[in-house]
């Protein structure tokens, strides 16, 4: 059983789209975020939810907009996408707010 | 704001050596945690370290945490090739969010 799963596992687009990466988590866990891996491997947080509310929005465009329709999923969307987007996100999960975090497979978007 | 930094960023090393991953951070924390993450994979947890002279072990990597000093280790004993990978140290502050170093890729060569 996947414990944090995401899709699409890539994403290929063009410059100036919109796009959703889904995630969800079957671990019961209340604490869900995303973070962005770049191309050299420098992970940084991007959001933290507690309960469905957002807890961090770590300097991230206002593009980018998660969204948690409840405790399981965290979702992110991403308006008008740069070249500069093209990242892997990674989304994880956590029992509670600092506790050990579980993540999920990533989503390698390329921005076109 | 807080600075996690890992030494070194590469390494290679022989089958059967030993080594030592270091990771230093500049905020007073008590939460650190070490991922492991193969080429194109996610992140999997090794170890997390919650307070001040924690040691941990898990086959022939062993991590400990000095919070005074700011300080986590992550030993590596009689390296074989199946742990050639990316190591990842990050510390967490506030509760919210991972603090990541950049990473120590390491090669085992035979």
């Known amino acids: 059983d996947t414990a944090v799963s995401q899709t699409p596992k890539y994403l290929v687009t063009q410059m100036g789209n919109d796009k959703s990466i889904k995630c969800e988590q079957n671990l019961g866990h209340d604490t869900m975020y995303w973070y962005k891996q770049d191309s050299k491997k420098f992970l940084k947080i991007m959001f933290s939810y507690n309960n469905k509310e957002l807890i961090i929005n770590e300097t991230v465009p206002n593009r980018f907009s998660p969204k948690s329709p409840d405790k399981a999923h965290l979702n992110l969307h991403i308006n008008s996408l740069e070249l500069g987007d093209s990242a892997v996100y990674f989304c994880?999960?956590?029992?509670?707010?600092?506790?050990?975090?579980?993540f999920g497979p990533g989503t390698r978007l390329t921005v076109l | 704001e807080l600075k996690v930094e890992q030494n070194p960023l590469f390494l290679s090393m022989q089958e059967g050596k030993n080594y030592t991953i270091y990771c230093n951070y500049s905020t007073t924390s008590d939460r650190l945690y070490w991922y492991r993450q193969d080429p194109g994979k996610s992140l999997e947890s090794l170890f997390v370290?919650?307070?001040?002279?924690a040691v941990k072990q898990e086959g022939r990597l062993m991590a400990s945490l000095d919070t005074k000093a700011r300080l986590s280790t992550l030993h590596i004993t009689a390296a074989v090739h199946d742990l050639s990978a990316t190591y990842f140290c990050a510390v967490d502050i506030t509760g919210y969010a991972l603090n990541f170093g950049k990473g120590t890729s390491l090669l085992v060569t035979p």
């Open positions: 370290l919650l307070s001040n002279g």
């Open positions: 994880a999960s956590s029992q509670d707010p600092g506790h050990e975090q579980f």
